[in-house]
């Protein structure tokens, strides 16, 4: 059986660490609908927040930028959600992945964003051109 697009829900959100939390509650409350279980309800909570949180400290270093948040999601109860922004872009994609690998040069980020998502969802791409930005893309299904 095909998958079908049952409903979807985007929004936009300047790079500001508060816009983290308000994203997560606004892209939760859209899938609970589906009723999911809470550890699901949870898995996408962190994965989101890493993803929201990795394009406002590294892919616009602090700075003012806008982030593209889009979630769908099927009959066959697979969410999507799609993390955009248009900062500085990812050089080295595998590299970045590696745990413990950060771009921060405060010591302040333990360089785990990519590992975290990776292990709380089912699948994970990621798309980036230097100077243009990275997409971020997230897959669960639901029970």
Avoid: W
């Avoid at 936009?12 to 939390?21: F, V, W, Y």
């Avoid at 590294?58 to 959600?81: F, M, P, Q």
Wanted: a positive charge; aromatic letters at 8%.
């Amino acid at each position: 059986m095909k998958r079908k697009l049952q409903n979807e829900f985007s929004m936009k959100i300047m790079s500001k660490s508060e816009n983290e939390r308000f994203s997560r509650t606004s892209v939760c409350a859209f899938i609970t609908a589906l009723d999911p279980t809470i550890p699901e309800l949870a898995d996408i909570r962190t994965a989101l927040s890493e993803a929201v949180t990795n394009a406002i400290v590294h892919g616009y270093r602090n700075a003012e930028g806008t982030i593209y948040i889009s979630v769908k999601y099927y009959t066959d109860r697979t969410v999507v959600l799609k993390i955009k922004d248009r900062g500085c872009g990812i050089e080295d994609i595998e590299k970045c992945k590696e745990p413990l690998y950060t771009t921060d040069e405060s010591g302040e980020r333990g360089g785990m964003g990519f590992a975290i998502m990776e292990s709380f969802m089912d699948k994970m791409t990621v798309k980036s051109k230097v100077g243009s930005g990275t997409t971020v893309t997230l897959y669960k299904k639901l029970s």
